[in-house]
């Protein structure tokens, strides 16, 4: 049995891919990272970590998964599509 890299989707995406994305999504709809965080009542600078995509800095499991899900939702994406599966 060969392991699951971590750092990739099932789908072939890259967390760098993710944090680009969403990055992307914002900027889009003219969105500061405090309208993100009003929103998602999730903290600036932990924004700005899912935007870097520096997930060695943010907590393991269910945590940064909320968190990801929660920016997605608030910039139009799914929420299922920025979450490894």
């Given amino acids: 049995m060969v392991?699951?890299?971590?750092t990739i989707w099932t789908?072939?995406?890259t967390p760098s891919q993710i944090g680009e994305a969403l990055w992307r999504a914002r900027s889009r709809m003219d969105?500061?990272?405090?309208d993100i965080a009003r929103v998602t009542k999730i903290g600036v600078p932990t924004l700005r970590t899912i935007e870097e995509?520096?997930?060695e800095r943010m907590p393991p499991g269910h945590v940064t998964?909320?968190?990801v899900s929660a920016y997605a939702s608030a910039v139009g994406?799914?929420?299922?599509w920025a979450v490894r599966t």
Wanted: glycine share 4%; aromatic share 4%.
């Fill in 11 to 13: 789908d072939g995406r």
């Fill in 77 to 80: 994406l799914p929420r299922k």
């Fill in 65 to 67: 998964a909320a968190a």
């Fill in 53 to 55: 995509s520096d997930f």
């Fill in 31 to 34: 969105l500061s990272l405090e």
């Fill in 3 to 6: 392991a699951r890299d971590p």
